[in-house]
């Protein structure tokens, strides 16, 4: 059983383009997050929601729009792709009590505009 | 406020140990240490939450220093499958917020 799924793993796109994303995750966690690797790998939070409630939101461009239909899903939209927006967005939950924080992260979705 | 971790990468040979250290010009809340293979997700490997605290698994282990400003990763008797990239994530207050180290490289080889 996959805990934290991301589809689609890889998008290919053209600038100017609007795209989304989807995460959800199995393990009854409250707590869900996007990150973004660049090819540098840095790791930057970007948006975090608990229990369907925005909790971090960084700055990030407000083409990104996270949504968060229930406590198990979270999906990132983003609106005109600009080249700088290829990376990795990884999709994590983790339970604010229960295990201490720690974060289960999906597989990554490699987003690459061209 | 990103922790600063250090070496920026190291090279080892198989059976050898190695330390990363973490560290951040405030007092932590917690520092969580993950691993993240070529090409897959950041894995999980450990969290300390107090002062002094030292634990581990495996050949794994960790430390947070009594100011808690610092922590280490030990790798000892290091085997191939500890190649990859290792960040330190630390939280300055209780908010769940994770910010992360520049990530360590370590290789081992045969």
């Known amino acids: 059983d996959t805990a934290v799924s991301q589809t689609p793993k890889y998008l290919v796109t053209q600038m100017g383009n609007d795209k989304s994303i989807k995460c959800e995750q199995n393990?009854?966690?409250?707590?869900m997050y996007w990150y973004k690797q660049d090819s540098k790998k840095f790791l930057k939070i970007m948006f975090s929601y608990n229990n369907k409630e925005l909790i971090i939101n960084e700055t990030v461009p407000n083409r990104f729009s996270p949504k968060s239909p229930d406590k198990a899903h979270l999906n990132l939209h983003i609106n005109s792709l600009e080249l700088g927006d290829s990376a990795v967005y990884f999709c994590?939950?983790?339970?604010?009590?229960?295990?201490?924080?720690?974060?289960?992260f999906g597989p990554g979705t490699r987003l690459t505009v061209t | 406020q990103q922790p600063v971790q250090s070496p920026q990468a190291v090279i080892l040979r198989e059976g050898e140990d190695a330390v990363i250290n973490c560290s951040s010009s405030?007092?932590?809340?917690?520092v969580h240490w993950y691993r993240q293979k070529h090409g897959e997700a950041p894995v999980f490997l450990m969290i300390l939450l107090k002062g002094g605290e030292q634990k581990g698994h495996d050949k794994i282990s960790a430390s947070f220093n009594e100011k808690k400003q610092q922590s280490s990763l030990y790798l000892t008797a290091s085997q191939l499958s500890y190649s990859g990239t290792y960040f330190c994530?630390?939280?300055?207050?209780?908010?769940?917020?994770?910010?992360w180290g520049a990530g360590t490289k370590l290789i081992i080889k045969p």
């Open positions: 994590a939950s983790s339970h604010r009590t229960r295990f201490k924080g720690e974060q289960y």
């Open positions: 994530g630390t939280e300055i207050g209780s908010n769940y917020q994770l910010i």
């Open positions: 405030k007092a932590l809340y917690s």
């Open positions: 393990l009854g966690h409250d707590t």
